[in-house]
């Protein structure tokens, strides 16, 4: 049996001041042409649907368009909420689209039902978990003790009554660790942190299952055993993503045991890039790369600001959504303290003092005698 194994769509997405839905659209086409193109038996989508919880119109739309697709394929397709996703909204309907192949995760209520299909080994037997909280299964287990995520999740686990000697696959959306916080997956600017790891899920509790489907982290990875698997996004939502390739999880079975991963890789339609430099260098550097329509995030090293930088660097790159210095000033991280003695000193010594802590230099002659000139106008005016 072969599945697809997607996560963390997060539809309706902004990057800055960057729309993505048409970046989204073309993801899910190409998604599309894997799934056409690998045949597979189930499509797994493992949480954060959308961007948030109550989502734009075209995100909906896009989402609707995407559903409709794959039920159009008579493909079965399992769908869970994720901590970014109204698990009511996202539901709605849900029971009407079982009649479609479509699986959509209802509210948490204290049990989680197989759907189970077959291949020439037996039965394969998909569970669907939402994103919970201890709160939202000490609810229906209020004897139960739910101290932490690990508690939470090991009661939800031990409710399904899965049966260990035939194949199973859970469908989740949490933050995964080895024991005591070790194996911790590596995260990306743009997900949400929970200070201190508080919302760690140990390993352990996933021991009943032969393969993980898990979303929340945004690099594809995986968890202390190779099926325990985080897929990634299908798009870089963030710079510190650069360098990561996105992919699509194809998950393999055989009799029970057995059991093979690989990844199909996506192309973008804008890739997401990286420039540092002066303004003058990034400007007048000759590049073999032509695709000016890239996403940048631009690092300057001038050690001024430049006025209209980013303006400036549009003619080059349409798409520059970060500007950022990086310079003796921004490295100094310098903490401005008030002078120790006012007394003797004129305006432009104590103007000259904060610059030099702000910026980790001294004024040059040029800047001290346009301050000084500045400082005799302003006291002329205020005569």
């Given at each position: 049996?072969?599945?697809?194994?997607?996560?963390?769509?997060?539809?309706?997405?902004?990057?800055?001041?960057?729309?993505?839905?048409?970046?989204?659209r073309d993801i899910l086409?190409?998604?599309?042409?894997?799934?056409?193109?690998?045949?597979?038996?189930?499509?797994?989508?493992?949480?954060?649907?959308?961007?948030?919880?109550?989502?734009?119109?075209?995100?909906?739309?896009?989402?609707?368009?995407?559903?409709?697709?794959?039920?159009?394929?008579?493909?079965?397709?399992?769908?869970?909420?994720?901590?970014?996703?109204?698990?009511?909204?996202?539901?709605?309907?849900?029971?009407?689209?079982?009649?479609?192949?479509?699986?959509?995760?209802?509210?948490?209520?204290?049990?989680?039902?197989?759907?189970?299909?077959?291949?020439?080994?037996?039965?394969?037997?998909?569970?669907?978990?939402?994103?919970?909280?201890?709160?939202?299964?000490?609810?229906?287990?209020?004897?139960?003790?739910?101290?932490?995520?690990?508690?939470?999740?090991?009661?939800?686990?031990?409710?399904?009554?899965?049966?260990?000697?035939?194949?199973?696959?859970?469908?989740?959306?949490?933050?995964?660790?080895?024991?005591?916080?070790?194996?911790?997956?590596?995260?990306?600017?743009?997900?949400?942190?929970?200070?201190?790891?508080?919302?760690?899920?140990?390993?352990?509790?996933?021991?009943?299952?032969?393969?993980?489907?898990?979303?929340?982290?945004?690099?594809?990875?995986?968890?202390?055993?190779?099926?325990?698997?985080?897929?990634?996004?299908?798009?870089?939502?963030?710079?510190?993503?650069?360098?990561?390739?996105?992919?699509?999880?194809?998950?393999?079975?055989?009799?029970?045991?057995?059991?093979?991963?690989?990844?199909?890789?996506?192309?973008?339609?804008?890739?997401?890039?990286?420039?540092?430099?002066?303004?003058?260098?990034?400007?007048?550097?000759?590049?073999?790369?032509?695709?000016?329509?890239?996403?940048?995030?631009?690092?300057?090293?001038?050690?001024?600001?430049?006025?209209?930088?980013?303006?400036?660097?549009?003619?080059?790159?349409?798409?520059?959504?970060?500007?950022?210095?990086?310079?003796?000033?921004?490295?100094?991280?310098?903490?401005?303290?008030?002078?120790?003695?006012?007394?003797?000193?004129?305006?432009?010594?104590l103007f000259a003092e904060?610059?030099?802590?702000?910026n980790a230099r001294p004024?040059?002659?040029?800047?001290?005698?346009?301050?000084?000139?500045?400082?005799?106008?302003?006291?002329?005016?205020?005569?």
């Amino acid at each position: 049996m072969k599945l697809i194994h997607l996560s963390d769509l997060h539809l309706g997405k902004r990057l800055g001041e960057r729309n993505l839905i048409e970046d989204q659209r073309d993801i899910l086409q190409k998604i599309l042409a894997v799934i056409d193109a690998e045949r597979p038996h189930a499509v797994l989508i493992a949480g954060d649907v959308y961007d948030r919880s109550v989502p734009p119109a075209e995100a909906v739309l896009l989402l609707d368009d995407f559903l409709t697709r794959l039920a159009g394929r008579n493909l079965p397709t399992f769908l869970i909420s994720g901590n970014h996703d109204s698990a009511e909204r996202l539901s709605f309907g849900a029971a009407l689209m079982e009649g479609s192949g479509i699986h959509i995760a209802p509210v948490y209520g204290g049990q989680v039902s197989p759907v189970t299909l077959s291949d020439e080994y037996g039965p394969v037997h998909i569970y669907s978990l939402p994103f919970v909280k201890p709160a939202h299964v000490r609810e229906h287990f209020p004897d139960a003790e739910i101290a932490s995520y690990t508690d939470a999740l090991r009661v939800a686990v031990e409710q399904m009554g899965v049966q260990a000697a035939e194949r199973n696959v859970l469908i989740a959306h949490q933050f995964v660790t080895g024991r005591d916080g070790a194996d911790t997956p590596e995260r990306s600017d743009s997900e949400n942190v929970s200070v201190g790891g508080l919302d760690n899920v140990d390993l352990s509790v996933f021991a009943p299952f032969d393969y993980v489907a898990l979303g929340h982290i945004h690099k594809p990875q995986y968890v202390g055993r190779e099926t325990v698997r985080y897929c990634g996004t299908p798009l870089k939502y963030s710079f510190s993503e650069v360098r990561q390739e996105k992919s699509v999880t194809v998950v393999e079975f055989g009799p029970k045991g057995s059991l093979t991963l690989r990844t199909v890789p996506l192309t973008p339609l804008h890739e997401m890039r990286e420039l540092r430099g002066t303004l003058r260098e990034i400007l007048t550097a000759e590049r073999s790369d032509p695709r000016a329509d890239d996403y940048f995030r631009v690092i300057l090293t001038d050690e001024e600001e430049v006025p209209d930088a980013i303006g400036k660097l549009r003619t080059l790159c349409p798409y520059v959504l970060r500007l950022e210095y990086d310079n003796a000033r921004t490295r100094a991280a310098v903490r401005l303290e008030a002078p120790d003695v006012l007394e003797g000193k004129s305006p432009v010594d104590l103007f000259a003092e904060f610059y030099e802590q702000q910026n980790a230099r001294p004024m040059s002659a040029e800047q001290r005698a346009f301050c000084e000139k500045l400082m005799e106008e302003i006291e002329e005016a205020t005569a």
